[in-house]
């Protein structure tokens, strides 16, 4: 008899970004940026840092396994009952909560090939099988997605801007696709990158929750700088949000993540600015790839992915001899492309810098 379980065996782990500090020592650099994982490059929201410091004496009790305060906040936030709230370890862990809470052996998972890899990740690992439509223009196909839903389809994950693509599906296009998807099927809108669109035609998905099966994901780990302390959350009726409540661990969210949070989520100025810098590092990417003729995609995201045009595996390795670490997309399949974050107005720079070397 296996030890572990049979669909383990075939489970890919996820390959993080590399870490600023293995750049530094395995290459013997000083100076070492990482746009790698679409952080935010302002660091934390100075009232989350603030919150988070005075509340350390705290941290032998357990966090507010209610999570009450965080989540009070963010209903009042969205203009929800505290009841349509979840609260995650990061939205990873409530990928995870939806496969615990409404998967069983033989049910499928649907989304989109070149999307988010941790839908696939703990869809292997709960033995799911996942049935992806392919991209459009770089885009979700919402039309080749619906025609892969049957009648064993629990979850459908749609990410919102996709990453590593930094497309989006706008409202009209959503509204036809949830129409199409049957009732009993649940379907997950990932907005991590919300915060960074700029665009008219944005779903306002709020409006999907009421009556439906739609569950919002949300994450502290982009616009609010809370990436290493993992917070996300989840929006849907009470219902749902009560059923994975039953399928979380008590204490998922700590103590000092909570108070991030709470502090994150009242800091406007904060947010406006990691705004206000991505979308000018945005354009000054774009502007970067049309005076080298590099093709990339553009972004409603805090990255963008961008075409080599050579092995970007190669291109990766060479960058990061330059000390800028990104990401290639050899994962996805997207053998000469790369993937890079905004970073502070010097770390544009000196990407640019880097990658003209690069590619000369
Ligand atoms: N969804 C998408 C589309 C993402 O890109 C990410 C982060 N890479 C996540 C969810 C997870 O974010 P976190 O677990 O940090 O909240």
Do not use: W
Not at 105 to 118: A, K, M, R, Y
Not at 152 to 162: H, M, Q
Not at 307 to 336: C, E, N, P, W
């Amino acid at each position: 008899m296996a030890l572990v379980k049979k669909n383990i065996l075939k489970v890919t782990p996820y390959a993080a970004g590399k870490p600023i500090e293995e750049t530094r020592r395995e290459l013997g650099l000083k100076h070492v940026i990482k746009l790698a994982s679409n952080e935010n490059p302002l660091g934390p929201s100075p009232r989350a840092l603030a919150a988070m410091r005075a509340c350390l004496s705290g941290v032998n009790r357990y966090p507010d396994s209610q999570g009450y305060y965080l989540r009070k906040a963010l209903a009042q936030y969205h203009s929800v009952a505290c009841g349509q709230v979840l609260l995650g370890n990061g939205s990873d862990e409530i990928i995870d909560i939806l496969f615990k809470t409404f998967f069983e052996p033989g049910d499928n998972v649907v989304t989109s090939e070149t999307t988010f890899l941790e839908y696939a990740i703990i869809a292997s690992v709960y033995g799911a099988e996942v049935r992806t439509a392919p991209l459009r223009n770089f885009t979700y196909d919402l039309n080749a997605l619906a025609k892969k839903i049957d009648s064993r389809t629990k979850l459908v994950f749609i990410a919102n801007p996709n990453n590593p693509t930094g497309t989006y599906v706008a409202r009209k296009e959503l509204e036809r696709c949830l129409g199409r998807i049957p009732a009993r099927v649940a379907v997950v809108l990932d907005e991590a990158y919300d915060a960074f669109i700029d665009v008219k035609d944005y779903p306002a998905s709020l409006r999907y929750i009421a009556g439906r099966n739609v569950i919002l994901l949300k994450t502290f780990s982009k616009v609010y700088g809370l990436a290493g302390v993992r917070v996300g959350y989840a929006l849907a009726r009470e219902q749902l949000i009560g059923y994975m409540e039953r399928c979380r661990q008590p204490f998922n969210v700590n103590l000092v993540a909570q108070a991030g949070a709470c502090a994150a989520l009242k800091d406007r100025e904060f947010l406006r600015k990691t705004r206000s810098v991505v979308l000018a590092g945005r354009s000054f990417f774009y502007s970067l790839f049309e005076r080298m003729g590099i093709a990339y995609v553009p972004s409603q995201a805090n990255f963008v992915l961008f075409d080599a045009g050579r092995d970007g595996v190669t291109v990766f390795k060479k960058l990061l001899s330059h000390g800028v670490i990104v990401r290639d997309m050899q994962q996805y399949g997207l053998r000469t492309f790369l993937r890079v974050t905004v970073g502070t107005k010097r770390e544009n720079e000196m990407f640019a810098r880097a990658l003209e070397k690069v590619l000369s």
